[in-house]
């Protein structure tokens, strides 16, 4: 939520399942959204209600679906991001992610989104996308371990564990934090090698967890703000840049979409 382009506050709320339907009236899509909750106009009807906007950006296409229904949605897609270099089944959500980030904190950028999958997406000193990454999030990495194995089930926010555990649940937990922590470390030597000026911003769900293990891994001692990743490697001169956590991305460049579609009017 949004008052004129300062962030107010924002919401994780569970998807709705692909059978839900699109609500027809005010309170039904109060129920939806956390933030149509904190407007109050007391007994206007749906047909006098001045409708707040609403901006929408999903890769989820019953989610997609179901939100194009709002009388005054506006739906971004791949194509209303500025970023030179995209490829067509290029994530808008990675897109615009390294688009504000860059726009925010400057180019060379490399943003680490630590969701469902985790992605690394890249650009360069002129805002052009480099390229990236995709590989299998924190928590769907555990969840195929449980689902395929009679191990149990674990939470990836459970404390850090011991590199060399000495029972099951933590072995599971060492072998795939401590095999991401030192995947990404690789290739964040290897991004500052060719941009050794590059801001590296971590958001998605999981950032913390990622942040707190290349902290680890890398025995820096900064806050969880920001740091300096000091990530040595054969042959490589240690790479020193600053890492920020940074979980409003998205949202911050949506509402400087929304800017610029304004000014253009």
Known sequence: MFSGSKLQQTWDIPYTNGDAKTPQQWAEWQVLSPALQCIDEGGTSDEERQWPS???????????????????????????????????????????????????????????????????????????????????????????????????????????????????????????????????????????????????????GDHQQIFQGLQALCNSTASSATAVLQIPGQGYEPCQNQLVCDETLLFQGIQRLRAKRLESQ
């Not at 690394?120 to 996308?129: V, Y």
């Not at 459970?158 to 555990?165: G, T, Y």
């Open 54 to 204: 609403l901006w929408i950006l999903s890769v989820v296409p019953h989610q997609t679906q179901l939100w194009q229904g709002y009388p005054r949605g506006t739906l971004l897609q791949l194509t209303d991001i500025p970023l030179p270099g995209m490829y067509t089944s290029l994530g808008c959500d990675r897109a615009l992610a390294l688009w504000a980030a860059g726009e925010i904190y400057g180019w060379p950028m490399l943003v680490i989104d630590g969701g469902t999958a985790l992605t690394l997406t890249g650009a360069n000193a002129s805002g052009h996308l480099v390229g990236g990454a995709i590989l299998p999030g924190i928590a769907l990495q555990l969840r195929s371990l449980t689902q395929a194995t009679p191990l149990p089930d674990l939470q990836p926010t459970d404390p850090m564990p011991p590199r060399w555990a000495k029972n099951t649940a933590d072995a599971m937990r060492s072998g795939v934090l401590y095999t991401i922590w030192a995947g990404l470390s690789d290739f964040i030597q290897s991004w500052c090698q060719d941009f050794s000026h590059s801001h590296i911003v971590l958001t998605g």
